[in-house]
C-alpha cells in the first residue's frame, strides 16, 4: 500500500527560524515515477514558500507541523504531475530548443532576481546549482506548451448550462439594496480651516438652482473621481469599503436626489444617486459572463485532470 513518510526536520527548522540551507541535511526518496525519482530534497525545495508562509501563521510547533505535512503532501504530487508531462512530451519526441529555455530564463531573471549574481546567491543560500534551477524552469515551460497542447484554450459554455448553474446557485448571486452615486467632496487637507464646508454650501446652492452635478464635481471637487463627474458606481448596503456617516445617507436619499452638505472630519460632502435598486437575486443577464468564466476555468481544471488521470493510470507510481 502507498503511504506517505515525510520527514519534520525541515518543519522544525522553519518554525525556529534555523537557517534554510540546513536543508542539504535532508536526503532520500519520496517518490519513484516511472524511471525518475523524486526526492524529499525537491519536495522541500517546491513547497519553500508555502513553508515559509506556513511558518509565519502558525502559532505552535504541532500546528506547524501539520500544516508542513499537507504543503508536502500536495507539492509531491504536483511534482509527480510534471515527470508525468515532461515524460510524455519525450515520448512524443517533442524537443525544446535550448534558445527558447535560455531567453526565458534571462528574461525571468530580470523580473524576478534583478541580475544573475542575485539568483546566484539566492540558490546558493539554498543549497541549490544554477543547473538544476535551470532544469527546473526547462520543465516548467514543458508543462506549459503540454497543458496548452493537450487543454483546449477556447472551451465553449452551453447557455443552457450557465443558465443550469446560475438556477442551482441563486442565492449565490443574493445582493442588498444598490445605488449608483455621484460625490463631491471638498478635503480639509486641501483648504483652510472651515472654507471645504464654505464651498460645499456654494456648489449645493448652485446644484439647487439647476447645476449639472457631473460638471460641478468636475470643477470642485477633490475626490479622485472628480473627472468621471464624481461617478461613485453602485454602492451596496452592505458594502463596508464606504464610510459609514455617507453610507447611512445615501440609503435614505431617493433616486435622482441629492443630499444636503456632510461634513466629517472637516471635509464637506454632497451626494447624488443616480439610480436605486431594492435588495435582489441579480437576474442572470447581470451574471451571464462571470458564470461564463468560472464554468470555463472549472472545464479546463477538470480536462487537465482527466488527462493527468490518464498519465497516471499508465504510469508506475511508488511512493515511500
Do not use: C
Request: no cysteine.
Amino acid at each position: 500500500m502507498s503511504r506517505y513518510r515525510f520527514p519534520l526536520v525541515l518543519a522544525g527548522l522553519l518554525w525556529t527560524g534555523t537557517s534554510f540551507a540546513a536543508m542539504e541535511l535532508l536526503t532520500g526518496i519520496s517518490a519513484v515515477v516511472n524511471d525518475s525519482v523524486v526526492t524529499f530534497m525537491e519536495v522541500q525545495l517546491f513547497s519553500r514558500r508555502a513553508l515559509e508562509t506556513a511558518a509565519r501563521r502558525s502559532r505552535t510547533q504541532t500546528e506547524f507541523d501539520d500544516e508542513s505535512l499537507r504543503v508536502q503532501k500536495a507539492a509531491l504530487e504536483q511534482l509527480i504531475d510534471r515527470r508525468l508531462i515532461v515524460q510524455e512530451y519525450k515520448t512524443a519526441g517533442y524537443n525544446l530548443p535550448e534558445s527558447i529555455v535560455d531567453d526565458t530564463l534571462k528574461k525571468q531573471v530580470k523580473k524576478e532576481y534583478g541580475d544573475h549574481l542575485t539568483l546566484t546567491k539566492m540558490l546558493r543560500q539554498a543549497g541549490r546549482s544554477f543547473e538544476s534551477f535551470k532544469q527546473e524552469e526547462r520543465e516548467m515551460l514543458i508543462v506549459g506548451l503540454m497543458i496548452r497542447n493537450k487543454i483546449a484554450q477556447e472551451v465553449i459554455i452551453s447557455p443552457r448550462r450557465i443558465e443550469r448553474f446560475y438556477d442551482q446557485n441563486k442565492e449565490k448571486y443574493r445582493v442588498g439594496e444598490r445605488a449608483k452615486v455621484r460625490m463631491i467632496m471638498v478635503d480639509a487637507r486641501k483648504h483652510a480651516r472651515g472654507e471645504p464646508r464654505k464651498i460645499a454650501d456654494e456648489i449645493l446652492a448652485k446644484l439647487k438652482a439647476g447645476g449639472d452635478f457631473p460638471k460641478l464635481a468636475d470643477e470642485f471637487s477633490d475626490d479622485a473621481r472628480a473627472n468621471k463627474g464624481g461617478d461613485r458606481g453602485w454602492i451596496e448596503d452592505k458594502d463596508t469599503s464606504f464610510r459609514k456617516e455617507l453610507k447611512d445617507v445615501i440609503f435614505k436619499l431617493s433616486s435622482g436626489e441629492v443630499s444636503e452638505v456632510l461634513e466629517i472630519e472637516g471635509s464637506a460632502f454632497i451626494l447624488k444617486i443616480d439610480e436605486k435598486k431594492p435588495a435582489q437575486v441579480q437576474p442572470v443577464t447581470e451574471v451571464r459572463l462571470a458564470i461564463e468564466a468560472q464554468l470555463k476555468v472549472e472545464e479546463r481544471a477538470r480536462l487537465q485532470k482527466a488527462w493527468l488521470d490518464r498519465l497516471r493510470k499508465k504510469a508506475f507510481i511508488t511512493y515511500f
